[in-house]
């Protein structure tokens, strides 16, 4: 997310002065400012930035907007340098692997050796039929109010400023095998952009027509529709992350002056949720003596994991498939995670199987700050659409265990989800 700030500001500072201001050094200052921001992102959080910069500045250098030697090299190189020197000290230290510039390593790993294909593959269309409709939401932005922009003879110009660049980033990207839309998240406010300039061209003139009129209000209710769908998504998100809440489960379950505490972590616990944020410090100070020491082990090895040895010395584990912990353990709880969408008939609660979170009043502790707030504000919408709206149906989000926090046993074993 600095990142998109940056670049963000970065674009602000490469849009087109008004066809009035001719301030040669005011571009000249905004242009160099661009180039920095867009550098210096790159070189400190996401390498694929650079891929965005050199659209934006070649697209720029061809419009004589930009000059090699006043804008392009003092900027991109200060910001390089700069960039650099807050790197690669920071994260040699912390990775403890002197020198290291995390960005080309990646870039180097990803992009060069073509390693980022392991994880999937998509076809080349990818960004172009499903990212980038995804992103922009509001269906009336891509399908409606840019092509309007590039359309119309008054806007082209100041539109394909904007598009131009923005569609060789993407398309460039698109050659790459594996696709992922945070890779071009960084094109969205240029296309957001574009959009308002089509919807503006629409809004002023919805005195002028019918059909004026008529795209008005569906631009306003697409905007209303779009917001509601964002909310949402966004409670659904908080679903895909039963690692987190699985830890926290566990650190307030055994919370207490207990000692030192081992915890396994497999591998899903630790891809939905778990960073290093999550886990307990270590007893820094005498105030925290009481506290009981937390060990975290994240183990992937299969050869490992088959080992009875290897589980011996943990108290706890979280674990997607229980039968895969050797040893006597108990399950002492079990957190649930998003699967999907299913459609609740009238007489159906969505409380059982299909929930909005999860059902009010069967919460774990970990969930009273502030979800159960949301928790109770999504069933009182819920209910009122269902009484008022749909009489009784609803689209309940579906809802299956996903991580099970395991004990270790003495007694007899149980392994019921």
């Given at each position: 997310m600095f990142a998109f700030?940056?670049?963000?500001?970065?674009?602000?500072?490469?849009?087109?002065?008004?066809?009035?201001?001719?301030?040669?050094?005011?571009?000249?200052?905004?242009?160099?400012?661009?180039?920095?921001?867009?550098?210096?992102?790159?070189?400190?959080?996401?390498?694929?930035?650079?891929?965005?910069?050199?659209?934006?500045?070649?697209?720029?250098?061809?419009?004589?907007?930009?000059?090699?030697?006043?804008?392009?090299?003092?900027?991109g190189l200060g910001g390089a340098l700069i960039g650099l020197l807050v790197t690669v000290p920071i994260d040699s230290y912390f990775w403890q692997s002197i020198p290291l510039w995390p960005e080309l390593v990646g870039f180097y790993y990803n992009a060069v050796q073509g390693k980022s294909s392991e994880w999937g593959t998509s076809a080349w269309h990818f960004y172009l039929a499903n990212a980038v409709p995804r992103l922009m939401m509001n269906p009336l932005t891509w399908q409606l109010c840019i092509p309007l922009a590039v359309g119309m003879k008054a806007t082209r110009k100041a539109s394909l400023d904007v598009l131009i660049p923005l569609a060789a980033f993407i398309g460039i990207y698109s050659l790459q095998p594996h696709k992922e839309w945070r890779f071009i998240v960084y094109a969205v406010p240029g296309l957001t952009a574009i959009a308002s300039i089509g919807a503006n061209w629409i809004w002023i003139r919805r005195a002028k027509s019918v059909a004026y009129r008529f795209f008005s209000l569906a631009l306003a209710a697409s905007t209303l529709g779009s917001f509601a769908a964002s909310l949402g998504m966004l409670a659904v998100s908080s679903l895909n992350y039963p690692g987190a809440e699985a830890l926290n489960r566990l650190h307030e379950l055994a919370a207490g002056p207990q000692g030192v505490i081992n915890v396994h972590l497999d591998t899903l616990s630790c891809t939905t949720g778990i960073t290093r944020f999550s886990q307990k410090l270590a007893n820094v100070s005498p105030a925290m003596a009481a506290r009981p020491l937390w060990f975290y082990d994240k183990t992937e090895d299969p050869q490992r994991l088959l080992s009875p040895a290897f589980w011996e010395r943990f108290d706890y584990a979280l674990a997607e498939k229980p039968e895969k912990v050797i040893g006597r353990w108990e399950i002492v709880d079990v957190?649930?995670?998003?699967?999907?969408?299913?459609?609740?008939?009238?007489?159906?609660?969505?409380?059982?199987?299909?929930?909005?979170?999860?059902?009010?009043?069967?919460?774990?502790?970990?969930?009273?700050?502030g979800r159960s707030t949301l928790l109770q504000l999504l069933r009182g919408f819920e209910n009122y659409v269902r009484s008022r709206i749909t009489n009784g149906w609803w689209i309940g989000i579906r809802m299956e265990p996903k991580i099970r926090i395991m004990k270790k046993q003495t007694g007899p074993i149980n392994i019921s989800p």
């Open positions: 700030g940056l670049s963000t500001l970065a674009l602000q500072n490469f849009l087109p002065l008004s066809p009035g201001v001719s301030d040669a050094k005011a571009r000249s200052k905004r242009n160099r400012l661009s180039i920095y921001l867009l550098t210096l992102a790159g070189v400190i959080f996401r390498a694929e930035l650079a891929v965005l910069l050199a659209a934006q500045v070649a697209y720029a250098f061809v419009q004589k907007r930009v000059a090699l030697t006043r804008e392009i090299l003092p900027a957190v649930e995670g998003f699967t999907g969408f299913a459609i609740l008939k009238p007489d159906e609660d969505s409380g059982k199987g299909a929930s909005i979170l999860a059902p009010v009043g069967v919460m774990s502790p970990s969930d009273a700050s």
